[in-house]
């Protein structure tokens, strides 16, 4: 009894989140209340919910529901949850921490949802009516199994029917977590356990979130006979610890000090100098991803009704050791919903989704979603780009395109929201970037996927004395502990996550008449820097320009685009095109090196090399053109021998000549 008024007087004090209660009473049903302010009213209280949870939450319950809390519904039934156990005193443990000893206590554990089942009809009280006499049986349901009476209260006897329909049900959902990634040791793979959420509980989380759940190990008994149980927990709260950028609660004073920093003349220099400040140079590649960080405009609907992709991708292509992985390791820290993977861990199917025996629907096929879904408003690094097998990469065409995931597997289809940017480094075709050869024939990725990065910086390493002094400068500086200051980020990072996130959330900047017809101007001048038949941009680069000019308005928390903005979106897109869409064999720019297998003037001598086969097969007895002969006439039109054997091998790859005899070569028959 004493307990009961020490409880009723600990839920009186919360007179406002009771009336709060009262008023969204059926939508909510839960009392919150706080672990820790329990230990400090009553720690025998609070060691008593620890040990024997299913004693004194019932009293809790009893107590509230006994309190006459007002609503609009008749007999409300409420609960009580409580959250935030303290970490220090080992109440917060890992997944493969849970052993034997825990079965039956409060705990609180950490972990990312991997996986969740629909919301499923769970009996709660359940009427069971007596064959012999007709009496009406009622017996509580506690457990995951159906308890059926032992015998009749009226006749005594024990032959029952279920009666579902008059029975009471409540929402229940199978929620399967696992320990989060950065918590393990190198080679250790993360355990798993299933949850039970009921009622206010169920549809609280999706796929890929961070959660800290309060609940009761149980155990469940194995399908056939045993002694192994497998361990689950009974959800008594659950609340998500990772948000996406949208959803960071920001104080009012925090407020004020994003407004103020949106200010400061220096605040795009500062922003660049606080992405990766442990590397240096870099400059370009750091503003683009501060843009990236930023996005386009969200959930821009075209009057056609598609959607325009607000998220931008980006591409670093560089030799080894010059810090791309370091790169996105940082950017990984620095956005609060990300997920960093490499080439040669992740599958297609990791990636998009997988289709899974479902063990919590009977064997039911689900899908469990692949790092992109499971990033979605946030960004997917990628290292290692140029390692995953041609397969896996092509599943990633749609993803980054229309961001959407569909899937047809195990009979079920459906499709994935796929909201991502992505972020990825590769290596050159060779590993090292060859001098001597085009920059474009050293990308070991198809054209098809290499179009859709808005942005691709090719890193080399170039032998230079003065840059390396310097590099190898800022370098030291990390080592020695007086100068750490001079590398620090120029904005505090929690700062940085939180201006970011008001940006996002507040701000929608939209095109002028003035930055529309710059953005025009550009793009028809681009196009035109190619001579004859080639291409030195294409529709895609004009959305990249958008994006582009969009995420600088939004760097400083302008609604408006502003002609700063679309210059500086320009200055990085000449920037990457003088990079990658040179062709020094005709001194023009070639978009077509990149989006396409070959540039203008490859395409031109495969022109030239399919007329004079033409030609000599067609004034040869044998109807054949032999190599001798195709050399004499390349050899007057200035191409080079190699070059000829490798257009040949080219087109012989792709099926418009071959060679009956050696040294001969005829045109396929269409």
């Known amino acids: 009894m004493c307990d009961l008024k ?45 040990a024997t949870p299913d004693e004194v939450l019932v009293d809790f319950n009893d107590v509230l529901n006994a309190m006459g809390v007002l609503t609009m519904v008749e007999n ?58 007709d009496e009406h049986n009622w017996i509580q349901q506690d457990k995951r199994m159906l308890i059926e009476p032992s015998r009749c209260r009226s006749c005594g006897k024990g032959d029952f029917r279920f009666i579902p329909e008059e029975s009471e049900w409540i929402d229940v959902q199978h929620i399967e ?113 501060a843009l990236q960080l930023f996005g386009g405009r969200q959930g821009k609907i075209l009057p056609d009704g598609t959607k325009a992709r607000g998220d931008m991708h980006l591409l670093l292509i560089g030799d080894p050791g010059v810090a791309k992985s370091r790169i996105l390791q940082y950017v990984d820290q620095i956005a609060p919903k990300s997920i960093y993977v490499t080439g040669k861990g992740t599958t297609g199917a990791g990636l998009t989704a997988t289709a899974e025996r479902d063990e919590l629907a009977d064997g039911a096929w689900t899908l469990k979603a692949g790092a992109l879904v499971l990033a979605g ?31 047809a597997k195990a009979g079920i289809i459906t499709k994935f929201k796929a909201n991502t940017s992505i972020l990825a480094a590769s290596n050159p075709k060779f590993s ?40 190898a400068d800022h370098m030291l500086k990390m080592h020695r502990s007086e100068e750490l200051e001079e590398i620090k980020p120029d904005i505090d990072p929690e700062l940085f996550r939180k201006y970011i996130a008001y940006a996002r959330r507040n701000i929608h900047p939209e095109l002028t008449l003035d930055t529309s017809d710059k953005i025009k101007e550009y793009y028809v001048q ?53 990079e990658i869409a040179y062709d020094a064999a005709t001194g023009e720019f070639d978009i077509d090196r990149i989006v396409t297998d070959h540039p203008k003037s490859v395409r031109d001598r495969l022109r030239t090399i399919e007329d004079i086969i033409r030609e000599l097969t067609e004034s040869s007895p044998d109807g ?15 191409i080079d021998k190699f070059e000829v054997e490798k257009l040949i091998s080219e087109l012989k790859k792709k099926g418009e000549i071959y060679e009956p005899r050696h040294g001969k070569f005829m045109f396929t028959e269409e």
């Open 526 to 578: 681009l196009r035109a820097r190619g001579k004859e038949g080639t291409a030195a941009a294409t529709p895609r680069q004009l959305e990249a320009l958008v994006r582009l000019s969009e995420a600088s308005a939004k760097l400083r928390l302008s609604n408006e685009v502003s002609v700063g903005d679309v210059e500086r979106a320009i200055k990085l897109t000449d920037f990457v095109i003088k």
């Open 624 to 638: 054949m053109a032999s190599m001798a002969s195709i050399l004499e006439s390349t050899g007057e039109k200035d």
């Open 6 to 50: 020490k409880i009723e007087s600990f839920i009186g004090k919360h007179k406002e989140q009771l009336r709060k209660l009262g008023e969204k009473y059926p939508e909510r049903k839960s009392l919150i209340l706080d672990f820790e302010e329990l230990e400090r009213y009553d720690n025998d209280l609070a060691d008593r919910l620890r």
């Open 377 to 407: 408003g946030g960004i997917a690094g990628i290292d290692e780009f140029d390692k995953m097998s041609k397969e896996d990469r092509s599943a990633m065409h749609e993803a980054m395109e229309q961001q959407t995931i569909s899937v």
């Open 177 to 289: 977590i696992q320990e989060p990634l950065e918590m393990l040791k190198g080679g250790e793979q993360a355990r798993r356990i299933e949850l039970w959420a009921e009622e206010d509980m169920t549809d609280e989380v999706t796929a890929g979130d961070k959660i800290l759940v309060t609940g009761t190990v149980r155990l469940k008994p194995p399908k056939f006979k045993g002694s192994v149980y497998q361990k689950f927990i009974e959800v008594n709260h659950l609340e998500g610890i990772e948000r996406e950028f949208e959803e960071f609660d920001i104080t009012d004073e925090e407020e004020k000090e994003i407004l103020e920093l949106s200010k400061d003349p220096r605040l795009h220099d500062k922003i660049v100098g606080s992405i990766a400040p442990s590397i240096y140079g870099y400059n370009e590649v750091k503003e683009a991803i």
């Open 432 to 471: 090292r970037f060859d001098n001597y050869k085009p920059l474009a024939e050293q990308f070991d990725i198809p054209p098809t996927l290499i179009s859709r990065f808005d942005l691709i910086f090719p890193i080399r390493d170039i032998l230079d004395s003065e840059h390396d002094r310097s590099i």
């Open 76 to 133: 409300p039934k409420f609960n009580v949850r409580f959250k935030n156990m303290p970490r220090e005193r080992g109440y917060t443990i890992l997944v493969r921490d849970i052993t034997a000893e825990h079965i039956g206590k409060y705990l609180q554990v950490e972990g990312v949802v991997n996986r969740i089942s629909d919301v499923l009809p769970k009996v709660s009280k359940a009427l069971f009516v007596c064959n012999r006499c």
